[in-house]
């Protein structure tokens, strides 16, 4: 059995400023440097945002409908619904692939751990079928090194559905950083093409990992699995 015990790396959300600006949060923060940008890793940022970026400061930006990141240097920056509108400064964009948008769907606490549609039968300990039905990938990563953002403090459980004997547990503590926990800064990856299940309490995602996936530091937008928040 694999297991990784965890504590958070990385930022936690920017709190949104009303319920009509948590609607329309458009991209996340993949790098910061600088002090003046006001936002770190793994801030969320809404449509309409201004960030004032100095001259030496940058960020990078992952827009989670679009799939679009972007690497901006300096200047003023307002986050749009698709891309940012960049001025007096420089921007490189790049299309990434990612399921971002159809991720955060299925974190809204209605998600439980029951309720599941199934396919194909599951494999046996031993690599037989074993006749139970494996549920169907709810979204795509496309990065084998998840980004995991829960509830500071839970124990999350990902284990892999198609295949025996891989299960990891993740231990989020709030801290400095934040209440994310990214697979990339322990090293370790999931396992290309394969099907896996987050649990946290009663509440669940199932996903797949692209069998295209490349382990570590790839773009935040096509790694990202937000888990519901409690109900």
């Known amino acids: 059995m694999k297991a990784i015990a965890a504590i958070a790396l990385a930022a ?26 006001g936002v770190g890793f793994m801030d969320y940022v809404e449509t309409g945002r201004v960030i ?32 940012s509108d960049v001025k007096a ?31 194909s039968a599951a494999v046996s300990d031993g690599g037989q079928s074993s006749g139970r039905a ?9 990065g084998a090194s998840p ?15 198609d295949a025996p004997n891989e299960r990891h547990v993740l231990r989020l503590s709030k801290g400095r950083l934040g209440d994310v926990f990214d697979f990339a800064g322990s090293g370790a990856a999931l ?4 099907l896996y299940r987050a649990l946290a309490n009663k509440r669940a995602l199932i996903f797949k990992i692209d069998a295209s996936a490349q382990p570590g530091r790839t773009p935040v937008c096509g790694r990202l699995i937000r888990l519901p928040a409690a109900s």
């Open 12 to 37: 936690g959300i920017v709190a949104p400023e009303s319920p009509a600006a948590a609607q329309t949060v458009a991209a996340v923060v993949e790098e910061v440097h600088g002090s003046a940008a």
């Open 52 to 83: 004032r970026l100095g001259p030496k400061d940058s960020i990078v930006l992952g827009y989670l409908k679009s799939c679009t990141r972007e690497a901006i240097n300096g200047g003023t920056v307002t986050i749009g619904a698709e891309r």
């Open 89 to 119: 400064g420089t921007v490189a964009r790049a299309t990434v692939p990612c399921d971002a948008e159809r991720m955060l769907l299925t974190s809204e606490p209605r998600h439980e751990a029951a309720g599941l549609a199934f396919r």
């Open 134 to 142: 494996l549920p169907e990938p709810e979204f795509t990563l496309f």
């Open 147 to 161: 980004v995991i953002q829960g509830m500071a403090g839970e124990r999350i459980v990902i284990e892999r559905l």
């Open 191 to 194: 396992a290309p093409g394969g």
